[in-house]
C-alpha cells in the first residue's frame, strides 16, 4: 500500500483512497479494464513477438521507476 501511494507511473495500477478500521482495509484503485497480464494471456493466447516486446518494455519500464524511487519487487 505504500509503494502504491508513493509511485505515479502510466504502467503502475494508482492507489486512489484508501480506508480502514479495525477489521477491514478497503483500496480505491484504477480500473484496469484489460485485466493482468496472466489474464490477457489466458483469453488471447500466447503473445506474438512484437506484442511481447512492447509489453516487456512496460513491464521493464515499471520496474525500472518503482527501483529508481527505492521501491523492489
Known amino acids: 500500500v505504500n509503494a502504491m501511494k508513493e509511485l505515479s507511473h502510466p504502467n503502475i495500477v494508482e492507489l486512489y483512497e484508501q480506508v480502514e478500521d479495525a477489521r477491514y482495509l ?12 496472466l489474464q490477457y494471456i489466458n483469453q488471447n493466447g500466447l503473445l506474438l513477438e512484437d506484442h511481447a516486446r ?15 524511487q527505492g521501491w523492489y519487487h
Open 26 to 37: 478497503c483500496l480505491c484503485m484504477e480500473y484496469a479494464p484489460k485485466g493482468d497480464l
Open 54 to 68: 512492447a509489453m516487456y518494455y512496460q513491464l521493464v519500464s515499471a520496474i525500472n521507476y518503482a527501483h529508481s
